[in-house]
């Protein structure tokens, strides 16, 4: 409950499960270990890859075989599952973490923007914008924390095109990325972005809630901010979500064949 009553434990066992989401269908996307296998670049890495299940934690299904991570799933507003993919094939190993889309069923996967798109090299945190096509998202880069600059996509732009992309977070260089990996600082392994923001959720069709720093900020698409919430006694606030109603995308079935 939204008061912190009624906690219930929904998964168990040996996996870490993470970045729950709620589908139209009242099913859960999540990310989690359990497919099994581990990086190419990190085998002491587990691989992680998109689940779903019941609202219960029951019929736990594997909704992506991929062989690298994902993160971050949430659902567009057609009733697409979009996340965040780590594209491993005929690709440099760092720049392209870009969006995918997935039916609930685990069919018609596509990319959704990004896939050959260097820099920025990551795309996370991907929310829908109301009464539009476009997506909310965080631009960072690989190997770091998942805290940058706050990016809008419009995808009818094209699929990998630069003008697809809108900074609204404009004192961020969201495309100083860098060869390699890593947040270290060593000169050419060095790609952070240096951004503080994280975890943007749409609001309106040009505002938006995010976390900058541990600070709960409300800005709009022209940069304007208003801080909200601070940070006490050493610790920030994360993952701003309105407790409101909402209509729910449609549910889409019948896309598999039995």
């Not at 090299?121 to 914008?129: L, S």
């Not at 095109?161 to 392994?189: C, K």
């Not at 900058?212 to 022209?222: H, N, P, S, V, Y």
């Amino acid at each position: 409950n939204s008061d912190g009553s009624n906690l219930r434990q929904l998964t168990d066992g040996t996996w870490n499960d993470f970045d729950p989401c709620w589908m139209p269908d009242g099913r859960v996307a999540f990310i989690t270990e359990r497919r099994g296998g581990y990086l190419r670049c990190g085998r002491v890495c587990p691989t992680y890859t998109l689940f779903d299940m019941q609202p219960d934690g029951s019929d736990i299904r594997c909704l992506s075989f991929h062989e690298t991570n994902e993160w971050h799933p949430s659902v567009t507003h057609d009733g697409r599952i979009i996340y965040t993919r780590w594209e491993y094939v005929d690709r440099p190993a760092c720049p392209i973490q870009s969006l995918w889309a997935i039916n609930p069923d685990g069919t018609g996967l596509a990319g959704f923007y990004g896939n050959r798109v260097i820099s920025p090299g990551t795309f996370m945190d991907a929310q829908p914008i109301p009464g539009t096509n476009r997506i909310l998202a965080t631009a960072t880069n690989h190997n770091g924390s998942c805290r940058g600059g706050i990016v809008a996509i419009d995808p009818s732009r094209g699929a990998n095109a630069p003008e697809a992309v809108r900074n609204l977070t404009p004192e961020i260089d969201i495309y100083a990325h860098r060869l390699g990996g890593g947040p270290w600082g060593n000169g050419m392994l060095d790609c952070r972005i240096g951004g503080t923001y994280e975890k943007p959720l749409a609001i309106t069709e040009d505002r938006f809630l995010v976390s900058k720093g541990g600070t709960i900020q409300l800005r709009d698409f022209d940069a304007n901010a208003v801080s909200l919430i601070f940070p006490q006694g050493g610790m920030g606030y994360y993952c701003p979500l309105p407790i409101r109603k909402t209509p729910p995308p449609p549910v889409m079935t019948g896309t598999v064949m039995d």
